[in-house]
């Protein structure tokens, strides 16, 4: 069975902070995928980035990075000097294909994250 | 480019009543799925149809149904509603089948049944 942890349920940083989202997965297939997804007060999911479960390789875009570990089945996500813009609800997500779900996307219970001024 | 778009915005039901939701793919998707998102929680995934045929279901009773066009826009169909369907409802569409393509939601439909 595939499932998503993210331990983290909130967290509260101020301005300028740099702030690491944790996600943990559980996956038979060796071939997967990995999401990261925004979710700001508007409701609307925003798609953040995409890793292959073949490709280990980490990411620095602007602000953002992320750190995809399959040793420990995890894959992070920072945000370097948070904005209060940044103040959303991020999911990781994880998504394979079997015969039952198609290519339906896990999700974890999301980190609320609050970035005051 | 138009995005994923969802009517309504909001929904109130009673229980027992039946209802549908809409969904618009992006131009050029052919592949939609439905999530429903239950408040302080993740996204569960219902179904997700592709080129007009169900390619996958999530755990949802079958009183849970969908629909997809021609022109790859869809329909989610809930009968005898309970008050535990009171969720947002989320619409995704991707450019295929394959996994490794992003999905695009829409805003959301927040039915609420009374």
């Known amino acids: 069975a595939q499932k998503v942890t993210q331990a983290q349920t909130e967290i509260s940083v101020v301005e300028k902070e740099d702030v690491t989202l944790d996600c943990v997965y559980e996956t038979r297939d060796t071939t997967y995928y990995l999401f990261w997804y925004k979710q700001p007060p508007s409701g609307e999911l925003v798609f953040l980035i995409r890793?292959?479960?073949?490709?280990?390789q980490n990411e620095i875009s602007g602000r953002y990075s992320w750190n995809f570990q399959k040793s420990t089945s995890s894959f992070n996500f920072t945000i370097t000097a948070s904005q209060v813009v940044d103040s959303a609800v991020y999911f990781c997500a994880l998504s394979g294909y079997t015969d039952q779900a198609g290519t339906a996307l896990i999700f974890g219970k999301g980190t609320t994250l609050s970035v005051s001024s | 480019e138009t995005g994923v778009t969802q009517s309504p915005t909001h929904l109130i039901k009673t229980r027992g009543q039946q209802v549908t939701l809409r969904c618009s793919s992006q131009s050029g998707h052919n592949t939609v799925s439905w999530y429903q998102q239950a408040l302080g929680q993740g996204p569960q995934f219902i179904f997700q149809?592709?080129?007009?045929?169900?390619?996958g279901r999530g755990n949802f009773p079958p009183r849970f149904s969908g629909l997809q066009f021609p022109n790859y826009s869809s329909e989610l169909n809930v009968n005898a509603l309970e008050l535990d369907d009171s969720a947002l409802y989320l619409c995704a569409s991707t450019l295929s089948s394959r996994p490794n393509h992003e999905q695009y939601f829409g805003p959301g439909t927040r039915l609420t049944v009374t």
């Open positions: 890793r292959n479960s073949f490709d280990e």
């Open positions: 149809y592709y080129r007009e045929e169900e390619n």
